[in-house]
């Protein structure tokens, strides 16, 4: 018979937020597969459970994924685990678990800690509906591009960031989605843990302030509301967007909808 496939969630900084159940089958699992197999045996070790590692991350997920099934197929069991979190969520694994289903293996999810839900439950910003977005696209024009995609969505936004481009990210907010509440939720669970709540420029000022950001980062936006209406000229306001990184078409489109003209009125105005 097959073997199983268990995604495990681990904890995100604090060593005490595991499931027993999760302790349990990674002490039962044949073998454990690894973002990062030094940081996984810090976990392992502090449990005392003595289980072979191999490591599973995005640059030898192709061929790891077919060793590891031909071990499923053989009746191995695997707990799959990230270095911090929920497997699959902004870290490898979708293509073992595509795998293992199309083979026919069972797999069981281990659910526990999420840095993504953990910091929306702290933030203080509506929870009924959020969207989940990754980490944000790193190149400026791309950034501004994936916010203004979102601008109407009426959930909290939540996104991962890394510490060198957060004060990037809250820029772009500023400048796309205007001044929508925010949270920074920096180190979650950990010996530094904050949260830094305001406008993008609010809090991009207390962390412009500091000599540097360092920790994991999850950027919270508040959803979508009607604003007043925006009485800067429409040049002005094209400008500023292209100024961000925006395309000058995709400027002029994001204005048009905004204040409810047609994209050849706004053309115009800027010709």
Same mark, same amino acid.
């Given at each position: 018979?097959?073997?199983?496939?268990?995604?495990?969630?681990?904890?995100?900084?604090?060593?005490?937020? /595991?499931?027993? $159940?999760?302790?349990?089958?990674?002490?039962?699992?044949?073998?454990?597969?690894?973002?990062?197999? #030094?940081?996984?045996?810090?976990?392992?070790?502090?449990?005392?459970?003595?289980?072979?590692?191999?490591?599973?991350?995005?640059?030898?997920?192709?061929?790891?994924?077919?060793?590891?099934?031909? #071990?499923?197929?053989?009746?191995? !069991?695997?707990?799959?685990?990230?270095?911090?979190?929920?497997?699959?969520?902004?870290?490898?694994?979708?293509?073992?678990?595509?795998?293992?289903?199309?083979?026919?293996? !069972?797999?069981?999810?281990?659910?526990?800690?999420?840095?993504?839900?953990?910091?929306?439950?702290?933030?203080?910003?509506?929870?009924?509906?959020? &969207? @989940?977005?990754? @980490?944000?696209?790193?190149?400026?024009?791309?950034?501004?591009?994936?916010?203004?995609?979102?601008?109407?969505?009426?959930?909290?936004?939540? @996104? &991962?960031?890394?510490?060198?481009?957060?004060?990037?990210?809250?820029?772009?907010?500023?400048?796309?989605?205007?001044?929508?509440?925010?949270?920074?939720?920096?180190?979650?669970?950990?010996?530094?843990?904050? @949260?830094? #709540?305001?406008?993008? $420029?609010?809090?991009?000022?207390?962390?412009?302030?500091?000599?540097?950001?360092?920790?994991?980062?999850?950027?919270? /936006?508040? #959803?979508?509301?009607?604003?007043?209406?925006?009485?800067?000229? /429409?040049?002005?306001?094209?400008?500023?967007?292209? $100024?961000?990184?925006?395309? $000058?078409?995709?400027?002029?489109?994001?204005?048009?909808?905004?204040?409810?003209?047609?994209?050849?009125?706004? &053309?115009?105005?800027?010709?």
């Amino acid at each position: 018979m097959p073997g199983l496939l268990y995604l495990v969630a681990t904890p995100i900084g604090n060593l005490e937020d /595991i499931t027993y $159940r999760a302790v349990r089958v990674l002490g039962e699992a044949d073998v454990i597969a690894c973002e990062d197999t #030094r940081q996984t045996r810090k976990l392992l070790d502090h449990y005392g459970i003595q289980k072979p590692t191999v490591s599973y991350h995005e640059h030898n997920e192709a061929e790891r994924t077919q060793d590891l099934l031909t #071990r499923l197929a053989g009746g191995t !069991t695997v707990a799959l685990v990230s270095d911090a979190g929920m497997p699959l969520v902004s870290d490898p694994g979708y293509r073992l678990v595509r795998a293992a289903i199309d083979a026919g293996v !069972t797999v069981h999810p281990v659910p526990g800690p999420s840095a993504s839900l953990a910091a929306l439950a702290a933030s203080g910003l509506p929870t009924d509906a959020f &969207y @989940f977005g990754g @980490f944000l696209p790193a190149k400026t024009g791309q950034r501004a591009r994936a916010l203004e995609a979102l601008a109407e969505e009426e959930a909290t936004l939540v @996104f &991962y960031e890394a510490p060198h481009r957060i004060l990037e990210a809250l820029e772009a907010v500023e400048t796309v989605l205007g001044p929508r509440p925010v949270v920074v939720a920096r180190e979650i669970t950990k010996l530094h843990e904050e @949260f830094l #709540r305001g406008t993008a $420029r609010e809090v991009r000022d207390q962390l412009a302030a500091r000599d540097s950001v360092k920790g994991e980062i999850t950027l919270l /936006i508040g #959803r979508a509301t009607s604003p007043p209406p925006d009485e800067t000229p /429409i040049e002005e306001a094209v400008d500023t967007l292209v $100024r961000s990184g925006m395309a $000058r078409m995709d400027a002029i489109k994001q204005v048009a909808r905004k204040r409810g003209l047609s994209k050849r009125e706004v &053309y115009k105005h800027v010709l």
